[in-house]
């Protein structure tokens, strides 16, 4: 089967399977200030992402934090409760701990896939990474204040502060939830991130983390909590983090989309042992992964991969495809994904004007020597 993309082949002679594709550990970098970076695709390849290649995107300056003050640091909640107050990590401590495996994606992931192209962060694929978060759940923390009984959101505020476009006044970042949601066990205040104190890269001393929304929702080095009776308008409400496609269609942005990827082998691989493993990753926000299929003749037949390594139901799922025994030639390699709820990945992204939700197929173009 003939490559379908305009890149065949490539520079990079791998003796696959055997050989280890080549490892690069540190961040893809995307922009430097503020700081915003990929997984590299050398580190996408196990089920947890370590700390120091989990993606990152800030949208302001990292605040000026020294893991000294974890012990100190506070939370202050307010708005529409009966008695306003702080929360400090002694305080925290005495709560039951929560540990969740969750997947965390960029709602901007995959932008560079979008034609024509859309402002924002030119993200590749390596805007998604998972982590073992431990924390508290937010419900149990907040069912000790006295809220009113018309509360429709919480409010969540970062340290983080800037200007986000030049006529924007200086503010902090911040990202409402309805109650339900923000309410539901299984959001949690986290102080810890695969079994260490949680990095001011990553947020820490103290972020949201919010299963099965993108990032944006997770928010992070957090220090205030807001009930509303009111919805939250703020900019990065209502004005980033819209679906606005170019039928005035517009929606806020929540839920990962399914979504799947390949991670091994990386485009324009040569390959030349047989049998060779297909693998990479799928996750969807709405529900877990319930089947993967992958392509080798570009989408024309599709066949089932094999789920290894654990199943959470807030992180994404490993998979595998023995492909045996290909003629020579160039491939269109191809994988798609189905949740437990029926949504399947699409073969194409939608477009909308900020680049969010890009979840279509992804094609993989090799050789076979």
Request: proline content about 8%; hydrophobic content about 35%; some cysteine.
């Given at each position: ?73 506070t939370i202050h909640v307010e ?34 896939d979008l034609t024509p192209k ?169 529900a877990e992964i319930d089947t ?78």
């Amino acid at each position: 089967m003939h490559c379908k993309c305009s890149k065949a082949g490539g520079p990079q002679i791998m003796d696959s399977p055997r050989v280890a594709r080549p490892i690069n550990r540190t961040l893809k970098p995307v922009e430097s200030t503020p700081l915003i970076g990929e997984t590299p695709d050398s580190a996408l390849d196990s089920w947890l992402t370590p700390n120091s290649v989990f993606y990152i995107r800030n949208h302001f300056d990292s605040p000026a934090i020294s893991d000294l003050q974890n012990t100190d640091w506070t939370i202050h909640v307010e708005g529409a409760i009966e008695n306003p107050a702080d929360i400090s990590f002694s305080d925290l401590s005495k709560f039951p701990k929560r540990t969740l495996a969750v997947t965390l994606e960029c709602a901007g992931n995959n932008r560079t896939d979008l034609t024509p192209k859309v402002p924002g962060n030119q993200f590749e694929s390596g805007a998604v990474s998972t982590a073992v978060w431990a924390g508290v759940s937010l419900s149990q923390v907040i069912s000790s204040f006295e809220i009113d009984t018309d509360a429709v959101e919480l409010l969540f505020e970062g340290a983080d502060s800037g200007k986000p476009e030049p006529e924007e006044n200086t503010q902090h970042f911040q990202r409402s939830l309805p109650m339900t949601v923000a309410t539901h066990p299984d959001t949690i205040l986290a102080f810890e991130m695969n079994g260490e104190p949680i990095g001011v890269a990553h947020g820490g001393p103290l972020r949201l983390i919010v299963p099965g929304w993108y990032g944006m929702a997770s928010v992070k080095w957090l220090q205030k909590i807001t009930v509303l009776n009111t919805p939250y308008e703020g900019y990065f409400q209502t004005h980033k983090y819209m679906f606005r496609s170019e039928e005035n269609y517009e929606r806020p942005v929540s839920v990962m989309r399914v979504k799947s990827l390949i991670t091994s082998p990386s485009s324009g691989t040569n390959l030349k042992e047989f049998p060779h493993p297909i693998g990479g990753f799928a996750w969807s926000g709405n529900a877990e992964i319930d089947t993967v299929e992958v392509s080798t003749d570009g989408g024309s037949t599709w066949n089932p991969a094999n789920f290894v390594g654990p199943s959470d139901k807030y992180s994404w799922r490993q998979w595998t495809f023995p492909w045996t025994n290909p003629n020579k030639g160039h491939y269109t390699l191809i994988s798609r994904a189905k949740d437990k709820m029926g949504n399947l990945q699409p073969k194409e992204s939608s477009w909308n004007e900020l680049g969010y939700e890009v979840n279509g197929t992804k094609s993989i173009c090799v050789n076979v020597l």
